[in-house]
């Protein structure tokens, strides 16, 4: 099972000599289990099937999966009727509505669902509370796929909030019977400000039965929280569209980072960026494969930075199983089906210590 921490946050001294340059290293960071779950199950697609394999919008949020995937012969495509009829088509991470299922099944495409499993729980409980005639506010971003696909489970009672503004102004049919939903990839803190809000107009707002964000999500803030305010600069690598790669930026400069930036690769890092800094602080979102990390922290190291510690805020261990059609076909053709891999990528530190 894996840890969720106390997102509290906490100091971690890790002491380093006046002038002597240094990489704090976030643990856990980069691939969460449904992310790796989700690569996986294109990986297997294109192994067993051949490709093209078709895949609806990004797999999970970072261009250099995506490309990688795309060069073994994912195509990937923004809408359902962009797949060829009766072709094979597998749903991302972040998952989809019900008109998207209907969508799949009027093409006769074959699906694989490779919606993370939290996701897939957040859908159910906007179906249950919606079935009992509640109004579902959802916390998230507008546009996101995670939202769109939340709110299509139950479209004529989900109200999407945004912001802790937005909640100071939305407008709700029956203040007595609501329910707080969220996206599962949101800061923490903010997503608790927009809840307070909500609370403070609404006294009658019910919670949902678990905490809505991914325990990955909570666990990659709550390292950052953690070395913050030890860091002169925090790199983020992720890409721009990844929700929790930009709110582990956001968080970083919250909790006492003087600088912060979000990178997809190594050398979109600027020089200048290391100018006055002793102290860099390293993670990457929950979608992002650790030889990304790897090439960040080579590249500090070819510029006296290294001298790599870590920062260890959770242990994680969580693994689910492929999708129940792609176990399925595996197993019809003799290929174990097991669960995913989940290698946290441990990067030796100074003196041989492993971090972890």
């Known amino acids: 099972m894996t840890t969720t921490p106390d997102t509290r946050p906490t100091t971690v001294d890790v002491p380093a ?14 691939y969460c289990a449904g992310v790796d779950r989700a690569v996986v199950t294109v990986e297997k697609a294109l192994e067993l099937y051949g490709p093209p394999i078709y895949v609806r919008k990004e797999i999970v949020h970072n261009k250099h999966v995506v490309r990688t995937l795309e060069k073994r012969g994912a195509i990937f495509v923004q809408e359902t009727d962009e797949v060829p009829e009766g072709a094979r088509v597998i ?16 093409l006769s495409l074959q699906t694989i669902d490779a919606t993370c499993p939290l996701v897939t729980k957040v859908h159910r409980e906007a179906v249950r509370f919606a079935g009992e005639g509640s109004t579902i506010l959802l916390i998230g971003h507008t546009g996101h796929e995670e939202v769109e696909g939340t709110a299509g489970e139950a479209p004529d009672s989900t109200i999407v909030v945004e912001s802790p503004e937005h909640a100071a102004v939305v407008e709700v049919p029956d203040p007595e019977r609501l329910v707080w939903l969220s996206q599962t990839t949101l800061s923490v803190d903010e997503t608790m400000q927009t809840v307070a809000v909500l609370r403070d107009r609404f006294p009658h707002l019910q919670d949902p039965p678990s905490d809505d964000i991914c325990y990955a999500t909570q666990n990659r803030q709550v390292a950052v929280k953690q070395m913050a305010e030890q860091c002169d600069l925090m790199i983020v690598v992720g890409s721009q569209n990844s929700s929790n790669s930009k709110r582990l930026v956001e968080v970083a400069l919250e909790y006492g980072t003087r600088d912060g930036h979000l990178v997809d690769y190594a050398d979109e890092i600027d020089e200048s960026w290391l100018e006055g800094v002793t102290t860099v602080g390293v993670t990457s979102g929950a979608s992002v494969p650790e030889v990304l990390v790897r090439d960040v922290l080579d590249w500090l190291a070819e510029r006296g930075y290294g001298d790599v510690r870590a920062v260890t805020a959770a242990q994680e261990s969580l693994l689910f199983a492929l999708p129940n059609e792609l176990r399925r076909d595996l197993k019809a053709a003799g290929v174990e089906a097991a669960k995913v891999r989940h290698d946290p990528g441990a990067i030796p530190a100074a003196g041989g210590d492993q971090l972890h």
């Not at 972040?94 to 099944?105: D, L, N, Q, T, Y």
């Open 17 to 30: 000599a006046p002038g002597d340059k240094r990489v704090l290293l976030a643990a856990p960071r980069g």
């Open 91 to 106: 749903f991302s991470a972040h998952g989809v509505s019900p008109a998207v299922h209907a969508e799949a099944r009027a």
